[in-house]
């Protein structure tokens, strides 16, 4: 049963991801499911659903396979790192900096990858311009997704 929600809301994320835009930029839906597992399961199984999220992304683009599953795998971990305590006792700030700045890290991995092994999909102001937008898109979910043991 977990697994099917798990599944459902993997292909609502890139559905919704794909329908909605605010001044011509989807939000990443998908990092977010990331950034929940990372936090809420920890470093392992949050690196795991980065991977196997990143593969699907991959899979489903017309470009090199590997830069999403390389920076969402990342990013699993560091939420995990960043926000369970690690580093940081969470808070619905922290929660709103790290989706921000793990945003912003996720797209500057596949843009940095896509542009070293394959060729650079969009002009660097393009790039973050669109990286920031998704970041700032992205960043309010952080107050929503919290640690288990958040108070």
């Not at 839906?29 to 690196?47: C, D, N, P, T, W």
């Amino acid at each position: 049963m977990k697994y099917l929600l798990w599944a459902i809301l993997i292909i609502s994320s890139f559905v919704l991801q794909a329908r909605l835009s605010i001044l011509g930029v989807s939000p990443d839906l998908s990092i977010l499911l990331v950034y929940y597992a990372g936090i809420k399961y920890g470093e392992k199984k949050g690196m795991l659903t980065g991977v196997l999220i990143g593969a699907l992304e991959d899979s489903m683009s017309l470009s090199i396979f590997g830069p999403n599953l390389l920076s969402k795998g990342i990013i699993g971990f560091f939420s995990a790192l960043f926000v369970t305590g690690s580093l940081f006792r969470w808070t619905p700030f922290l929660g709103m900096i790290a989706v921000l700045f793990l945003t912003f890290l996720d797209n500057s991995i596949v843009f940095l990858s896509l542009s070293l092994f394959d060729k650079a999909p969009a002009a660097i102001s393009n790039a973050l311009f669109i990286s920031l937008m998704q970041s700032i898109l992205n960043a309010p979910a952080g107050i929503l997704i919290r640690p288990k043991d958040a108070d």
